[in-house]
C-alpha cells in the first residue's frame, strides 16, 4: 500500500513542476521586457539632464553677457558729462 501511494505522490509532485515551468518562462520574459522598459527610460531621463545642463550653460552665457552690458552702462553713466579743467596751482 505504501509503495503505490509513494508513486502517486511522485507522480503529483513531478507534474505539479512540470506544470509550474511555463509560468516560470513567461515571468522570465516579461522580468526582460521591464529591464528593456527601464533601460529606455533612462536613456531618455539622461537625454533631459544632458539638455538641460546644455540650457544652464547658455543660460549662464547670457547673464554674464548682460551683467558686462550693464557694467559697460554703468560706467558710461559714471563718466563725467562736462569736461574737467584743471585745478589752478596754489599760489604762496
Do not use: I, W, Y
Not at 515571468?27 to 527610460?41: I, L, P, R
Not at 544632458?50 to 547673464?63: F, G, T
Amino acid at each position: 500500500m505504501r509503495k503505490p501511494f509513494a508513486f502517486a505522490v511522485m507522480l503529483a509532485a513531478a507534474l505539479g513542476l512540470a506544470a509550474c515551468d511555463k509560468a516560470s518562462e513567461n515571468k522570465a520574459q516579461d522580468a526582460q521586457q521591464h529591464s528593456e522598459n527601464a533601460q529606455e527610460k533612462m536613456n531618455e531621463a539622461q537625454d533631459k539632464v544632458n539638455e538641460a545642463a546644455k540650457e544652464n550653460v547658455e543660460a549662464a552665457k547670457d547673464q554674464a553677457e548682460a551683467q558686462q552690458k550693464a557694467a559697460e552702462e554703468a560706467a558710461k553713466e559714471a563718466a563725467p558729462a562736462a569736461p574737467v579743467t584743471p585745478a589752478e596751482p596754489a599760489k604762496q
